[in-house]
T-cell receptor, first 112, second 114 residues
């Protein structure tokens, strides 16, 4: 089945550590996105990429980094500079204009 | 840029009643408005969408209406069931503008009481 796979489902990090969240899609979508979701809040855009080897900052990019070396993959690194990283992280993709976004199952990141 | 507001933030209805969630947007260029349903701990799922050339769209118990003049669109759920309980997000985007991103509303937590 085509879809978006995020791993791991749960992730624990010690303070001061960088951690990378995986997002893979086999939908042949050009565009991929990372959102952060906090309790009682909507989806906030961290980074997005509309084509391989190109990505743009979203609304809350500070403390995060991404890469887009392959069309299928858009990993998100939560760096030690992110002061409040505990959240639910959602990856999404779409096929370009006139297409809705499809979401992965999310990764829940917690700080030990 | 686009700004999307969503009301109410929480909504409780009795099973069998109707539920209405309203979103307003600021950018008159936005032309695509999807609605997502997110159950606890799960991914948002697209449930219905509407484009700006249509005023209303219906899919079984779910309908969406769009008022372009007033820049608002609403989700209507009829004959609500307990499984409709979830958080619902609206979004807006100008699909013709390459580089635009979906802007989501803050969400509405719907509780359907048996």
């Amino acid at each position: 089945d085509g879809g978006i796979t995020q791993s791991p489902k749960y992730l624990f990090r010690k303070e001061g550590q960088n951690v990378t969240l995986s997002c893979e899609q086999n939908l042949n979508h050009d565009a991929m996105y990372w959102y952060r979701q906090d309790p009682g809040q909507g989806l906030r855009l961290i980074y997005y990429s509309q084509i391989v080897n190109d990505f743009q900052k979203g609304d809350i990019a500070e403390g995060y980094s991404v890469s887009r070396e392959k069309k299928e993959s858009f990993p998100l690194t939560v760096t030690s500079a992110q002061k409040n990283p505990t959240a639910f992280y959602l990856c999404a993709s779409d096929g370009g204009t006139n297409q809705p976004q499809h979401f992965g199952d999310g990764t829940r990141l917690s700080i030990l | 840029g686009e700004n999307v507001e969503q009301h109410p933030s929480t909504l409780s209805v009795q099973e069998g009643d109707s539920a209405v969630i309203k979103c307003t947007y600021s950018d008159s260029a936005s032309n695509y408005f999807p609605w997502y349903k997110q159950e606890l701990g799960k991914r948002p799922q697209l449930i219905i969408d509407i484009r700006s050339n249509v005023g209303e769209k219906k899919d079984q118990r779910i309908a969406v209406t769009l008022n372009k003049t007033a820049k608002h669109f609403s989700l209507h759920i009829t004959e609500t069931q307990p499984e409709d309980s979830a958080v619902y997000f609206c979004a807006a985007i100008d699909l013709d503008n390459y580089g635009q991103n979906f802007v989501f509303g803050p969400g509405t937590r719907l509780s359907v009481l048996p």
